[in-house]
């Protein structure tokens, strides 16, 4: 399956965005069975989770540094997987990803786990 966000871009602190993410596969495959998550990597660090939803739009589970301000969430008729970002700062600055993980139907917050990932979009918030 191939993964594409968007949605990201320059914003100030305070503003909101929301990413999306469109999964298609050639051979009909879709991630409606699927964990996904988003991850993101900020200038110079490790990729870091931050967000991760079940296949039912359950499990959720959010990194402490965005719990409270992100919201995930998925449309499975649409195949695409949501992140909507409030009250932005400086530090979520970073390449957001998206992943599938096509073995699992609960999420995992470990990015080397999951299967299939888009190319990421980059989010800067400016102080």
């Known amino acids: 399956v191939q993964l594409q966000a968007s949605g990201g871009g320059l914003v100030q602190t305070g503003d909101s965005l929301r990413l999306s993410c469109a999964a298609s596969?050639?051979?009909?495959?879709?991630?409606?069975?699927?964990?996904m998550g988003w991850f993101r990597q900020p200038p110079g660090k490790e990729r870091e989770f931050v967000a991760v939803?079940?296949?039912?739009?359950?499990?959720?589970s959010y990194a402490d540094s965005v719990k409270g301000r992100f919201t995930i969430s998925r449309d499975n008729a649409k195949n695409t997987l949501y992140l909507q970002m409030n009250s932005l700062k400086p530090e979520d600055t970073a390449v957001y990803y998206c992943?599938?993980?096509?073995?699992?139907?609960?999420?995992?917050?470990?990015?080397?786990?999951?299967?299939?990932w888009g190319r990421g979009t980059q989010v800067t918030v400016s102080s």
């Open positions: 939803i079940g296949w039912n739009g359950g499990s959720t």
């Open positions: 596969g050639r051979t009909g495959r879709t991630v409606s069975n699927n964990a």
């Open positions: 992943a599938a993980d096509r073995f699992r139907s609960i999420p995992t917050k470990t990015p080397n786990l999951y299967t299939d």
